[in-house]
């Protein structure tokens, strides 16, 4: 009897933490309602132990690729063998598959970013406005990729480690500035979108440390974060009359393209899977 015809194939979603994660929640959703056999799990490894943990996984044939959070996006660019334009541009992967013999590094989190913000904002024209960006990870490389294609006026990098946000600066030129983290309330005057991408605000980690007070009245708000669905960051915007945006429809948008390139079949129609996620994120916190 051939066992490993039986076998489902796997992918999961590699990070520290990871418990957070709603992936597995998505994917197996998705997984039950397009009828392949296949199973999509958390991986929990640490900075150490990533090389050895993406190998690991991807020695069984029925491996099918990972997503990769944080804070491992730019280790798994560097441990990948071939890399497509989107990753290589924004030094960071959030997907890894296997091409052929090769290890191959995607990012979908651009167009996760994108798709959410064009639609929230679709009366909104971000060219020559100011946009502010918290964070200097993995996320707010591809949040710098994404928001170069509107052409604001500028984008203002903060991040708590003044020297990563300065490290942007020089991979990503002219168009984009770093101020210093003790002086992140003030740079707020005259924003018309400010992102949040770090990983403040996270269930576990302290809130955002910014007040809001010199935002423009009718400022965006973006929280990449997800988990709470309902950010301390976007209460305090939402009290204020501002409009918000949160992580989930990131996390969907990111997550058809990988679907795809796990399964080779496009992920369902699937009207309830926000609230769905919202629901099980509640749940989570319980
Ligand atoms: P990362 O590469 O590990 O970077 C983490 C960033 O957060 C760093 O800039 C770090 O600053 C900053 N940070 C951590 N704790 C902080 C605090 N208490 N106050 C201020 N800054 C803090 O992580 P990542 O991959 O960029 O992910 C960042 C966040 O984006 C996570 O919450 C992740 O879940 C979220 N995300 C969401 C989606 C989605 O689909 N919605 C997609 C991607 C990422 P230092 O440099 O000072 O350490």
Redesign the pocket.
Known sequence: MNTTKQQPMNAGVIGDPVE?SLSPLLYTRWIKKTGIHARYDKIHATPQAFEKTVKKCFSSPLFMGMNV???H??AALALSDKASEAAQKTG?A?LLVRKGEALYAENT?IE??LGPLLNKGAKRDWRDRKIVV?????????TLVALMQLDPSEIVII???NE?AAGLVKAFGSGVRAERWSVRNDVLEGVALLV???????RG??P??IKLDKINANALVYD????PTNTNLLKRAKAQGLSTLG??D??I??AMPSFKAFFGINAPADKAIKSALIKAEARMRQ
């Not at 990449?224 to 988990?227: E, Q, R």
């Open positions: 957070h959070t944080l804070p996006k730019r960071a959030n989190d996760g970013f918290v964070g200097a990870g993995g996320a707010a490389r591809a991040n708590r480690t990563k949040n991408a770090s990983a403040a605000g996270m980690m302290e955002l440390d990449l974060v997800y988990a992580g989930l990131m996390l948008g990111q």
